[in-house]
């Protein structure tokens, strides 16, 4: 099987079930932008990080692979058997958020992203993840997508956020409170 079809070389692509629709749209913006942060969640797993959060982070991807083709399956054309997300992923987010914050000191501010490369990556990554559901959420507007998907992506933004802060405690880096110029 080759890399390369030729089959988008006039601006379109197909999505699962058949369709073909132009690359610039919604749909394909939407699980273009799932790819991304599945990009830099792998280059926070590539950090030196505990296993137990490589460990979680490798599902997570799994989990964005899931939730990519199924925002790249046509709602009415795809009869393709395709991965589930299910309510147990959202709760694993939650349970994982749960468990770092209990170690974490209460915040007080907002704090300004950095410290340490590995958490600056945490940082771009919840970045990615915010507006790929800022994507999803305008996709729906118009089409089908699972609210399991918006769930998810909404609760990986907090796991990313806490991850970061996690990391930073984890690193020993300086989490500097944002402190507003009045």
């Known amino acids: 099987m080759k890399v390369y079809t030729k089959k988008g070389d006039k601006g379109t692509t197909q999505l699962i079930g058949g369709t073909r629709i132009p690359k610039n749209s919604l749909r394909i913006e939407a699980y273009g932008t799932i790819d991304e942060l599945n990009s ?3 280059l926070i797993r590539d950090q030196d990080i505990a296993p137990k ?3 979680q982070l490798i599902e997570i991807q799994d989990r964005l692979f899931t939730l990519g083709s199924l925002l790249a399956a046509d709602p009415e054309k795809s009869t393709m058997k395709l991965p589930e997300l299910k309510e147990g992923d959202i709760t694993s987010l939650e349970n994982w958020i749960d468990e770092m914050d209990s170690s974490l000191d209460s915040m007080t501010s907002f704090v300004l992203p950095g410290g340490h490369t590995t958490v600056s ?4 990554a919840r ?3 915010r507006r790929s559901e800022r994507v999803i959420t305008e996709l729906s507007l118009s089409d089908v997508v699972s609210p399991l998907v918006l769930s998810y992506v909404n609760r990986l933004s907090d796991y990313l ?9 984890d690193l020993n880096a300086k989490e500097q409170p944002w402190k507003p110029r009045m």
């Not at 956020?161 to 405690?169: P, Q, S």
């Open 40 to 42: 830099f969640i792998g």
């Open 161 to 169: 956020f806490v991850l970061g802060r996690k990391l930073t405690k």
């Open 121 to 124: 990556y945490t940082h771009i």
């Open 53 to 55: 959060y490589i460990d």
């Open 127 to 129: 970045c990615v993840c």
